[in-house]
């Protein structure tokens, strides 16, 4: 569905971002890929490695509705990409996330809509349910907008999903590099913040992958989760670093012990497909199906258990250590 398509990405230059790159490239026949994004060194190197005919770099912020509008010109698909992501940073910057991650959606909304873009897709975080930090209330909100976004577009024929998964093994700013770095300079421990906590786990070609598909899978207005492994952080630590004590330091400001994907308070609108979830939107739309239970693909799903909860806890998916290294060596390829 990628063949003779403009295809933009914000936030183009982050790891995601080279992945979806490469793999729409390796797959299909774009037409035109976008990298919006605002640091020109990123660009400058990702061109190395991607100048193909039909790639375009465009300098510019989400926080700049004018310049998204330019760079929307002429463009089928939009995955948005661009967020302040680092939960201790927003807590201490929390205006600074805000106007991103919840005023940067807005602008890549409204000019979506005003460029007549066929689908969009965000991609949002396991932080955004129940959130407890700076950094997920943002995302929850940005999802809130694109949901919506679907009962205001009127005659346009834009819609727009919304795509939530977990920790991207080895993307930047993730665990699996910072305890590699630990290992590398010769340290004598590994620091941990709990010893119970869980996350979710992904690669991140699962993650291309999964927002590849839910471009096909997509009514507009759905939230796909996937159904993934979960781990525990002490066995990721001793899977990497055996031979290394393991230090308690506390939890950083706004962590959580456990992460959750699909809230039991929203268990009434969540359905259960083979390989993922779909949390359906509390509003009803005016022009669009509000029929979740089936999709694009004609994929059916079921409702959930009243009460159910997908957190990173009760997964009955867990990876042992030989698993982890296994996953972490196939995910670095």
């Not at 976004?149 to 977990?166: E, L, Q």
């Not at 089936?294 to 698993?323: C, I, M, R, W």
Request: net charge neutral; aromatic share 10%.
């Amino acid at each position: 569905m990628f063949d003779n398509k403009s295809i933009l990405i914000t936030g183009g230059t982050g790891s995601f971002g080279k992945k979806y790159v490469g793999t729409l490239l390796a797959r299909y026949k774009p037409k035109k890929i976008i990298i919006y994004s605002r640091d020109e060194l990123k660009q400058f190197e990702m061109q190395q490695d991607y100048n193909e005919p039909c790639m375009r770099y465009f300098i510019g912020d989400v926080r700049d509705k004018e310049r998204l509008r330019k760079a929307m010109r002429g463009v089928d698909y939009v995955i948005h990409a661009a967020a302040l992501k680092q939960v201790p940073a927003a807590e201490y910057n929390p205006m600074e996330c805000i106007k991103t991650n919840i005023n940067g959606a807005e602008n890549v909304i409204d000019a979506a809509l005003d460029n007549d873009v066929e689908k969009v897709i965000a991609l949002s975080t396991d932080k955004a349910a129940s959130p407890i930090n700076l950094y997920g209330a943002t995302k929850l909100a940005s999802d809130k907008l694109f949901v919506a976004a679907n009962n205001i577009s009127g005659g346009h024929k834009t819609t727009f999903a919304v795509v939530r998964y977990g920790n991207v093994v080895c993307s930047r700013g993730s665990v699996v590099p910072v305890f590699q770095k630990f290992i590398d300079e010769g340290r004598d421990h590994i620091p941990i913040t709990h010893p119970d906590m869980t996350r979710f786990w992904i690669s991140l070609q699962e993650g291309v992958d999964f927002v590849l598909k839910n471009f096909a899978r997509m009514q507009g207005g759905e939230i796909f989760v996937p159904k993934i492994p979960s781990i525990k952080i002490t066995d990721l630590a001793a899977a990497m670093a055996p031979n290394l004590e393991q230090k308690i330091i506390g939890i950083r400001p706004g962590e959580k012990v456990h992460e959750v994907m699909c809230p039991a308070e929203l268990s009434y609108d969540t359905y259960e497909y083979d390989d993922h979830f779909v949390i359906a939107p509390g509003i009803k739309f005016h022009s669009r199906n509000n029929d979740f239970t089936v999709n694009a693909l004609g994929e059916h799903g079921k409702p959930v258990e009243p009460g159910y909860e997908y957190n990173s806890l009760n997964n009955d998916h867990f990876l042992t250590q030989e698993e982890i290294i296994a996953f972490n060596t196939k995910a670095m390829l």
